[in-house]
């Protein structure tokens, strides 16, 4: 899998411009940093589907030492008797370019950031759509990662473990639980037979909502 192109309206986005057009400068800026990005993204993901076990306090993954505890995942996850727990990376070679950026010019590292939040979405997105195409007899739920609402990013090694993301696609979490490549992710969907509830997911299952710079400016991120 290779990227032709990075969503560059969503990284606009991400540089808190909303649905403005950037200046000229910026603009040449965002086109040389897709170029050199490009260059290095490997876009890779792994997933699986398991069967899952609704607890008291959390949601058990049959066949696995994986629990998800929390009343948010077993809210994401009521009605449904599947999950599938997938990761995804757009690899090393990018946090490499990144440290390059910071060293060098503040302005670029910036930009370049928030065009590789942009292409590891494009890879969740990869994710959704295979999903939707290999397990088509279910309806499912939107992404729901570690660290979110009250599931706790205490799960993330376990929740590799369980993927082997270490061996197919390279991706690791330090002691602290930070994902290493950086520009990563780890998210449960959940898949039921019923119709799933289309209710908005907001801010209220975001660990990011206390500090996050689109509420303040009274925008959304789209989660």
């Known amino acids: 899998m290779k990227f032709e192109h990075i969503n560059v309206k969503e990284a606009v986005r991400y540089m808190g411009m909303g649905n403005n057009k ?5 603009a040449l800026l965002i086109d040389e940093c897709e170029k050199e990005l490009l260059k290095v993204i490997e876009p890779k993901f ?6 899952v076990a609704h607890k008291e306090n959390g949601v058990e993954v049959i066949g696995t030492p ?4 929390g009343n948010d995942i077993c809210r994401h996850l009521e009605g449904c008797s599947k999950c599938v727990l997938f990761a995804a990376t757009i690899s090393s070679g990018v ?5 390059a950026y910071e060293a060098e010019d503040m302005a670029k590292a910036m930009i370049a950031d928030c065009l590789a939040s942009a292409a590891v979405e494009q890879v969740c997105d990869i994710v959704d759509n295979t999903v939707k195409e290999k397990l088509s007899g279910y309806n499912q739920t939107w992404r729901f990662s570690p660290g979110y609402g009250d599931l706790p990013i205490s799960v993330q090694r376990v929740f590799l473990d369980v993927l082997n ?3 197919f696609i390279g991706l690791n979490a330090t002691e602290n639980n930070i994902l290493t490549p950086r520009k990563s992710v ?3 969907i959940g898949l039921s037979k019923n119709e799933i509830s289309k209710g908005r997911r907001g801010c209220a299952c975001c660990n990011m909502r206390k500090v996050c710079q689109f509420r303040k400016r009274g925008d959304h991120c789209g989660f």
């Not at 950037?22 to 910026?26: I, K, V």
Request: charged residues 40%; without cysteine; aromatic residues 12%.
């Open 186 to 188: 780890t998210a449960i």
């Open 95 to 99: 946090d490499r370019k990144l440290r």
């Open 46 to 51: 792994v997933y699986r589907v398991f069967d």
């Open 165 to 167: 993301a270490q061996k």
């Open 66 to 69: 994986l629990f998800l505890g």
């Open 22 to 26: 950037p200046d000229e400068r910026t």
